[in-house]
């Protein structure tokens, strides 16, 4: 199963206000582990950037001004995703502005069904406790002392942490893999040996022996052939 971890970075809260995304960041997961694949873009939002959302995320109009539009990177950000799962922190916020972004250049929107919102999952497994990113990772003892500011890359990679606890607890094998381990794994495999069952059937001794020990029992409810 293929699952793309997602978060953005906006200009307001509000798309329908001309609010516009910043900042795209992705990182793919095969079964639930991480794979080594990112997709991560600084967007020029077409619009100025309030002071006060700066403070947030660090994103200043001056980082963005050089930077391609939504419409310059929303083909590979759509051959990136592809028809994966979509898992997010707050769901509805991000689907709001992917989707108004998306049919601005003319694409499809996505369908609400594609997310997996980790903030309701929180919810519904930790009823009243604090449900933000930073709670999640000090429940769960993952690293976010490198988050100063709200980044969707950063932000998506400690999701993804979060995301596997949230599901049962990560493995201690689970790590980064990449496609030329996972093949060579599935070529291991392949190459095994594989040897024929062993004859299981009784002896006349066995067969005799079992005989006798039916003879003993009272009314047994299975008799040998």
């Known amino acids: 199963m293929r699952e793309i971890v997602l978060d953005t970075e906006t200009t307001g809260?509000?798309?329908?206000?001309?609010?516009?995304?910043?900042e795209i960041g992705c990182l793919e997961l095969l079964n639930h582990v991480p794979t080594s694949r990112t997709f991560h873009r600084y967007i020029n939002?077409?619009?100025?950037?309030?002071d006060e959302v700066v403070a947030i995320h660090g994103i200043s109009n001056d980082k963005v001004v050089d930077c391609p539009t939504f419409a310059g990177i929303v083909g590979e950000f759509l051959d990136f995703v592809e028809d994966a799962r979509l898992v997010i922190h707050n769901a509805d916020f991000d689907m709001r502005f992917l989707n108004?972004?998306?049919?601005r250049c003319g694409h499809p929107v996505f369908h609400e069904s594609r997310a997996l919102c980790t903030l309701k999952l929180t919810r519904q497994k930790y009823p009243g406790a604090p449900a933000s990113l930073d709670a999640l990772c000090?429940?769960?003892?993952?690293?976010?002392?490198?988050?100063?500011?709200?980044?969707?890359?950063?932000d998506a990679q400690l999701l993804a942490e979060v995301y596997m606890e949230l599901l049962g607890g990560r493995q201690s094998a689970l790590g980064l893999i990449t496609a030329e381990a996972a093949a060579?794994?599935?070529?291991e495999i392949a190459e095994r040996i594989l040897r024929p069952a062993r004859a299981h059937a009784p002896s006349e001794a066995e067969l005799l022996a079992h005989a006798a020990m039916l003879?003993?029992?009272?009314?047994?409810?299975?008799?040998?052939?």
């Open 13 to 22: 809260v509000d798309p329908l206000t001309g609010h516009r995304i910043v």
């Open 45 to 50: 939002p077409e619009r100025d950037i309030p």
């Open 100 to 103: 108004m972004e998306v049919s």
């Open 138 to 154: 000090q429940r769960f003892k993952v690293d976010n002392s490198g988050r100063t500011l709200h980044g969707a890359l950063l």
């Open 184 to 187: 060579a794994a599935v070529e």
């Open 215 to 225: 003879a003993q029992m009272k009314d047994p409810l299975w008799l040998a052939e």
